[in-house]
T-cell receptor
Framework: AQSVTQPDIHITVSEGASLELRCNYS??????LFWYVQSPGQGLQLLLK??????LVQGIKGFEAEFKRSQSSFNLRKPSVHWSDAAEYFC???????????FGTGTRLQVFP | DAGVIQSPRHEVTEMGQEVTLRCKPI?????LFWYRQTMMRGLELLIY????????DSGMPEDRFSAKMPNASFSTLKIQPSEPRDSAVYFC????????????FGSGTRLTVV
């Protein structure tokens, strides 16, 4: 069965600094990978997804993620963080034979001005 | 499109009472998912439907929980009787053509059982 690990529970960055949120997955075949963002009191919003092809995927709000099969990772990046990016970020993995998504435990991002 | 609509947004109930959470998926989406979010356990998939048929309910915690999808535009999650440990945020999500486009989540129902 697939699983997801987000090693960082809480990350703090200064506004304008670069950001990288880590995600490691476990799945025997090529996974379907997603990043979602959750603002306080809101549902989850899809940032980007990877199914196949180019391993660097672009998403909304200036985010990108890179799939690295050798490291079983799908890290989320942003070159310059804005205060409005403060939220909780979830990585998720799906399999080709199921509709289920398995979510990581999330990383809470705090942005200082 | 109004997105996935959940009601109520907040629910406070007494232990032992029946609670019904409601979800209207996006029109045309054929998969619907119920998740529960808590600090301790994160996001847990409770049950999902495909074309109104329950496909996997292995995440439903116990017999006190039940879910239905009588038609393509409506689903309910019922807890009877409710217990304080059921307090959580319950999310409904829907998707088109499996998850190729990603799930669209509702805003959630915050349930407090006292």
């Amino acid at each position: 069965a697939q699983s997801v690990t987000q090693p960082d529970i809480h990350i703090t960055v200064s506004e304008g600094a670069s950001l990288e949120l880590r995600c490691n997955y476990s799945y025997g075949a090529t996974p379907y990978l997603f990043w979602y963002v959750q603002s306080p009191g809101q549902g989850l919003q899809l940032l980007l997804k990877y199914f196949s092809g180019d391993t660097l995927v672009q998403g909304i709000k200036g985010f990108e993620a890179e799939f690295k099969r050798s490291q079983s990772s799908f890290n989320l990046r942003k070159p310059s963080v804005h205060w409005s990016d403060a939220a909780e970020y979830f990585c998720a993995v799906g399999a080709s034979n199921t509709d289920k998504l398995i979510f990581g435990t999330g990383t809470r991002l705090q942005v200082f001005p | 499109d109004a997105g996935v609509i959940q009601s109520p947004r907040h629910e406070v109930t007494e232990m032992g009472q029946e609670v019904t959470l409601r979800c209207k998926p996006i029109s045309g989406h054929n998969s619907l998912f119920w998740y529960r979010q808590t600090m301790m356990r994160g996001l847990e998939l409770l049950i999902y439907f495909n074309n109104n048929v329950p496909i996997d309910d292995s995440g439903m915690p116990e017999d006190r929980f039940s879910a239905k999808m009588p038609n393509a535009s409506f689903s309910t999650l019922k807890i009877q009787p409710s217990e304080p440990r059921d307090s959580a945020v319950y999310f409904c999500a829907s998707s088109l053509a499996r998850f190729n486009y990603g799930y669209t989540f509702g805003s959630g129902t915050r349930l407090t059982v006292v």
